[in-house]
């Protein structure tokens, strides 16, 4: 398949790191990619845009909304359906997966389900949302991983925008937690 991976910039503090690496894996793949500028999200007093507001730190941020930018990835995925629509791609593959299902309204796989209906109205060619991984736990998605490859190295999980990841924030905690549950370095 003929592939174009998106990355949205919204202001987030770690989308210099995110932009890299959705190039990187641009790279690998020969495929195209492009960055979105989504700035009306930039508004939102969310740790992740906010520099006044601190990220919250480990399990806190991963068991609360305390990182939530509204209506995030309705907004992505309908600008996703859109650049399809008029660049004659068929489907969209998201990477969201059953782990990040329930703890946001717009990460549970039901929210999924009813965006995919939306698509048969909201656009003529009838695009199509594959959900890859929404029935995958984030340990199985690093095993499956592994035994495809990827080199987690060039990947980027962290809600900080420095230089390395700093370890501590809810997406460094739930990564690490996943590699030691896979059993995987």
């Known amino acids: 398949k003929e592939v174009e991976l998106i990355h949205f910039d919204y202001g987030q ?4 790191k995110e932009w890299e690496a959705v190039q990187s894996a641009a790279k690998d793949l020969e495929s195209e990619c492009r960055n979105v500028p989504l700035p009306i999200l930039g508004n939102s007093a ?3 845009i906010d520099p006044t507001v601190e990220i919250p730190l480990g399990i806190r941020s991963v068991e609360s909304t305390l990182v939530w930018v509204p209506a995030r990835n309705l907004l992505m995925l309908s ?7 008029s660049e004659g791609f068929d489907s969209i593959y998201s990477g969201f997966n059953l782990e990040e299902s329930g703890a946001y309204p717009d990460n549970d796989i039901e929210f999924f389900r009813k965006f995919r209906d939306i698509l048969n109205y909201g ?3 009838r695009v199509e949302l594959s959900m890859a991984l929404e ?14 490859g990827v080199d987690f190295s060039k990947t980027w999980s962290c809600d900080f925008g420095y ?10 905690w739930t990564r690490q937690f996943a590699f030691k549950k896979a059993g995987i370095l």
């Open 13 to 16: 503090k770690a989308t210099r």
């Open 46 to 48: 969310t740790p992740l």
């Open 79 to 85: 600008m996703c359906a859109a650049i399809a629509e």
């Open 123 to 125: 656009t003529l060619t």
């Open 135 to 148: 029935r995958l736990m984030k340990p199985e998605i690093i095993e499956l991983g592994t035994y495809l």
């Open 163 to 172: 230089e390395k990841p700093e370890g501590r924030c809810g997406c460094c």
